[in-house]
């Protein structure tokens, strides 16, 4: 099968021709239509969540058909159109094909999106669902995101101000047309020489319920923490949240480390039956342009999603 893979350990990563691995037999075998792409793919492929084992296949999100079932699986039938995580580390959905457990964070895919769209959402759609879920908040709580214009800002925005929140997110000039698209009722420009706080407080928003922090500045926590109000929440995804910071005496503060589960895939999946959460897809490209991106989710400046696409 075609796929992007390191074949070399501290090499780069280049397209080649891998063997179609075979699924075992609580496995289905997918045939990847359209692989997502995350900055966890970049960290994982230079070792950063293990040992990298090469032939190193990156990629964890993937949408496409099932075309093979282990003798033992029950909950998919030949044909099923299936998203989700689809890869595992160094076994990854960069490629025409990949194996996967039936019981993994995998389900049918939403009816009306296409396969680039479906690979868009699972990483990002599913920690933006899972933070907010971990927040509690209700309406019309005011939400501080900082990173709104990418992957998972960009799903959160959305699932924010579904909920009713004022979200007030980071954007560069040129996105804010995009993400107040998606919801946000205020937009602070963190590449301006202003502060955020002070641009946040000259939007007249005195303080925050929460702040989602989706970058790792931790000066600008410390600043932006002191505008949360006493019990507000505030969550990295990155690790920037230190519990010896001013903030944390009085806020509740913490790292994101949830591992998403099935059941909230198939939450998730039935949110875009309804129409109202778009994919913020940004670019669709050849599997062929894999390498590259890989390197690109490391930069933290990507906008929307990129997704992979597989022809057949
Ligand atoms: N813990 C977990 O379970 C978990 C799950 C998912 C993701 N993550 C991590 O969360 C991070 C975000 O993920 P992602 O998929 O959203 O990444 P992404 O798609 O690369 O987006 C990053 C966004 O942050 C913005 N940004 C960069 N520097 C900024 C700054 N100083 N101030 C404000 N915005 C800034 C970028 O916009 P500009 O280019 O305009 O700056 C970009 O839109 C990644 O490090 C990822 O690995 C962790």
Redesign the pocket.
Known sequence: MRAVAILKEGTSPEVTDLPTPEPGPDEIRVQVRAAGV???DG?AASGAFGPVVVPYIPGFDGAGIVEKLGEAVTAFKIGDRVFGRLGRIGRGTYAEYVTTKETAVVAEMPAGLEFAQAAAVP??GL?AY?ILEELGLRAPATILI?????????FLTQFASRAGLLVVA???PQ?REKVQALGATHVVD??DSTPLPQQISAAGIAELDALVD????QD?LLALGRLLRAEGGLVS???AVDQAAPYAASARAW????QPTKHQLEELAALFQTDEIVVPLERVLDLAEGPRVLEE?L???????TVLEITV
Do not use: E, W
């Open positions: 995350n900055p966890a960290k990483v990002a920690t899972g900082v990173g709104a214009t990418g992957g998972v800002g960009s980071t954007a560069r996105l963190h590449t989706l970058v790792g500045d600008l995804t990155v690790g790292n994101y480390s949830k989710s930069t933290g400046h990507l906008h929307g999603k």
